[in-house]
């Protein structure tokens, strides 16, 4: 699976939107990118994830550019519930399992 | 949605004994698992697949004599940890990847709670 490379950490405000960058610059054809977040001492939960177009569900948006080479993943209003640790993950079709990264910490403050 | 349920959510055993830790999808039957290991503050590293009806399939550097697997039916999977010593104290997490969708890359996992491990 490609790698990915992701902020360590960022802030965000309470009601703001939050943009999490993530980039693959080696994915391949064949490789999905998955957004998954966990909240302290949880499993992880999943997010949204996408192949080649952006997509949007309750949770968030994914904007996936046009070479594939990165995405960016949308939370349009953050909660303090949102603080957590998301993670980037590309992985390839006909294979189920998912490598993690360090992931991205984001704090919402009030 | 799919749920996966993992039992213990935490235990505490004493150093040499063995732990078993199952995790069973509620909703939806899973030909396969994987299973994850967590220390503090590190990420998810996967330690291994849990294919149902075969043998495991270990993640390089996790001793399979050690983390014992097994995945008798479509719903349960369980990971015994064996003569438990205090480095194997950590979050163990297992996610299951529905029959229905096969290994396509659309297809979503859905990770358990986790289950913390201490031996004392």
């Known amino acids: 699976d490609a790698k990915t490379t992701q902020p360590t950490s960022m802030d965000c405000a309470e009601g703001r939107a939050a943009n999490l960058p993530c980039n693959h610059s080696?994915?391949?054809?064949?490789?999905?990118v998955y957004w998954y977040r966990q909240i302290h001492s949880q499993g992880p939960q999943y997010i949204i994830h996408g192949l080649k177009n952006n997509e949007t569900n309750e949770m968030a948006s994914l904007i996936i550019t046009e070479d594939r080479k990165s995405s960016t993943l949308i939370l349009p209003h953050a909660t303090l519930r949102d603080t957590a640790v998301y993670y980037c993950i590309v992985r390839a079709d006909s294979w189920g399992k998912l490598q993690f990264g360090a992931g991205t910490q984001v704090v919402v403050t009030p | 949605g799919a749920v996966v349920s993992q039992h213990p959510s935490w235990v505490i055993c004493k150093s040499g004994t063995s732990v078993k830790i199952e995790c069973r999808s509620l909703d939806f039957q899973a030909t396969t698992m994987f299973w994850y290991r967590q220390f503090p503050k590190q990420s998810l590293m996967l330690m291994a697949t849990s294919n149902e009806g075969s043998k495991a399939t270990y993640e390089q550097g996790v001793e399979k004599d050690k983390f014992l697997i097994n995945h008798a039916s479509l719903t349960l999977s369980t990971l015994t940890v064996t003569s438990a010593h205090p480095e194997d104290s950590s979050f163990y997490i297992c996610s299951a990847l529905p029959a229905a969708g096969g290994f396509s890359g659309a297809n979503v996992l859905t990770f358990g709670a986790g289950s913390r491990l201490t031996v004392l």
């Open positions: 080696t994915i391949s054809g064949n490789e999905y």
